[in-house]
């Protein structure tokens, strides 16, 4: 775990020496999967389908093979195998989703009219690695993707699927102030496990100030490494004088099953935020794409075995369809509930009202289950998959 603080040259208790004046309105906080704002892996676009998975998991399955100490003929056979797989046997970039990179010395060797051979001996023989394809995300979806911040209007977002915090900036000063919407002045987000660029971070407006944040990047347990991503845990303050404590996570997909590995993170998640507690913190909120659904045996210790209320359940919360799409993906159907925001008992207290919002996402297979943005006339314009979550919080 790595604490990093944001406090400046006063530390987190000139911050909190210098609160700003109270103010009546409710904090607006959101989670929103974004599916990355300017550049996005090309094996992740829907269109990409089951060809794009299995392209992934391929890439993945190669470097772990690349990082062995010693090749034996076995590992040979399925490294070739397996960039033929991706196009890349025969040329380094011959892929559609993937390019192999040979940085210093040699994997492979290529000789005119023979097959290809494996003659690195090992990870020490050679320096590579093979990297997937990024293409540009569709404009129309990154103006659709201001419009969605600048209408949610946001105290703090929490940002899923955000390719850097460069990103993350160009995205507040270009696209969001273009589309008529209050910048916002504090931004972070550290690259987690995830290679493809799809981390989670966290923005906020002036009067929610970002004093500490608490990465668990490197949370391991018996079978290796936790967080697909990371679980950032963000001290935020409020005009108020309280301070928020959020979790914002990116559980692992059901891309080739996950459903051990989301359960591995939603007992971490669940001892963090018990641990939390422990020190004293009562105004707690776990959010994110937990990519599962409430009633999972994987998110069972997170959601059924922890005090944590769902916004979804308060009385004023409003699904966008007269209460008949529960879900936050695709379609909005109660199997596509897998964006969260959770809240312990303190803070629950304080929620005014919450909803799911809808305009940014294609609905169904011709678009026509709930209201969109007119700009948006295919599904590749959609802002994102998903909608985004929002909770109101007298804090």
Not at 87 to 99: F, M, P, S
Request: charged share 25%; glycine share 12%; aromatic share 6%.
């Amino acid at each position: 775990m790595t604490a990093i603080g944001r406090a400046g040259r006063g530390g987190v208790a000139d911050y909190r020496s210098r609160r700003m004046p109270i103010r009546e309105v409710p904090m607006k906080l959101v989670s929103y999967n974004v599916e990355n704002l300017f550049l996005r892996v090309r094996a992740m676009n829907e269109s990409s389908g089951n060809a794009g998975s299995k392209a992934i998991e391929v890439q993945q399955r190669l470097n772990a093979l690349f990082a062995k100490k010693a090749y034996s003929a076995a590992d040979k056979k399925e490294i070739l195998g397996l960039l033929k797989a991706l196009g890349l046997d025969k040329k380094d970039d011959g892929g559609k989703y993937a390019i192999l990179r040979q940085n210093r010395g040699k994997l492979l060797k290529r000789p005119a009219g023979k097959p290809v051979e494996v003659v690195a001996s090992g990870r020490g023989s050679w320096i590579g690695w093979v990297d997937l394809k990024t293409e540009d995300v569709n404009e129309v979806a990154t103006r659709a993707t201001g419009r969605v911040v600048k209408d949610l209007n946001a105290d703090v977002l929490a940002v899923i699927e955000a390719e850097s915090r460069p990103a993350l900036q160009r995205f507040t000063g270009g696209v969001l102030k273009a589309a008529g919407g209050k910048i916002y002045e504090h931004i972070m987000l550290i690259d987690g496990n995830d290679e493809r660029g799809i981390d989670v971070g966290v923005m906020a407006r002036n009067g929610y100030e970002i004093v500490a944040m608490t990465s668990h990047v490197d949370d391991k347990d018996s079978q290796g490494l936790i967080f697909s991503r990371d679980c950032p845990v963000y001290s935020v303050t409020t005009p108020k004088g309280n301070t928020i404590v959020v979790l914002v996570n990116h559980f692992k997909s059901k891309m080739g099953g996950g459903d051990a590995k989301r359960l591995r993170q939603s007992k971490r998640v669940k001892a963090i935020y018990e641990q939390l507690k422990k020190d004293g913190h009562d105004l707690i909120a776990v959010v994110g794409d937990l990519n599962d659904t409430p009633d999972s045996k994987a998110l069972a210790p997170l959601v059924k075995q922890t005090d944590l209320q769902e916004i979804g359940t308060h009385p004023k919360f409003d699904d966008g369809h007269g209460g008949n799409r529960p879900g936050t993906f695709g379609n909005g159907a109660a199997g596509n509930k897998i964006d969260y925001i959770l809240l312990s008992p303190k803070l629950f207290k304080k929620a005014k009202q919450g909803g799911i919002f809808r305009m940014g996402v294609w609905g169904g297979k011709n678009g026509t289950l709930f209201p969109h943005y007119p700009e948006i006339t295919k599904p590749e314009e959609a802002a994102s998959d998903h909608a985004a979550i929002w909770a109101e919080l007298d804090a």
